[in-house]
């Protein structure tokens, strides 16, 4: 990276923009919606047992880029018009490192939501465990960064266990497909029978 290209990163970084690259190029995705690619959604928790959902929801994002990504003011929200506006309240604990990976959750206390590392509790935001439900990441501009829409049908849904991407389809045009999502393996964090891999690598798919 030249010595241009880091100011200009820090400077977009300090909007709460990513840097735009090769890979922030709109992608098409199978619902013909134009997503960004800047961020992917990888993995979530939506009906764990060892808590309730009200503690033990989360959602995994990543980084793919080369350089850091600022999600404050970025909003997690559904097609029913449940929404979340993320806020780093003047901190930089929403910035994310080239490669990182993120998870937002419910509840951040590992005593009660059942020893998740969690990086940004969010609120108004919910996971449907019976039914159709969505993750849409937006930019403050409202441009569409990732969406993911599952079910109870075609993507995995066994109670306990999260639902994470093959790592190799981590892009916002293949988590798009069902096929490509499969249930985790891995415990994360002992006395927690629920499978997850919150914040690490995701388990090899079948």
Known sequence: ???????????????????????????????????RGQIVITEFMKDP????????????????????????????????????????????????????????GVDGNPATNGGIPVNYVYSGFTLNNTGADQIILRKPSGVLIDRVAFDNTNFPHTPGRSIQVNESFRSVYYNDVAANWCHSQSLPSAGNPDSGTPGQLNDACP
């Not at 990163?9 to 619902?31: E, I, M, P, R, T």
């Open 49 to 104: 047992t060892f808590v309730t959902d009200a503690h033990g929801e989360w959602i995994e994002i990543w980084n793919p880029l080369p350089w850091s990504c600022n999600l404050d003011g970025w909003t997690l929200s559904d097609d029913a018009g449940n929404v979340h506006t993320l806020s780093s309240g003047g901190t930089t604990s929403l910035v994310l490192g080239p490669n990182q990976r993120f998870v937002l």
């Open 1 to 35: 990276m030249t010595l241009a290209h880091a100011f200009q990163s820090l400077f977009l970084v300090g909007l709460g923009l990513c840097s735009a690259g090769a890979h922030a190029n709109a992608v098409q995705s199978s619902s013909s919606t134009a997503q």
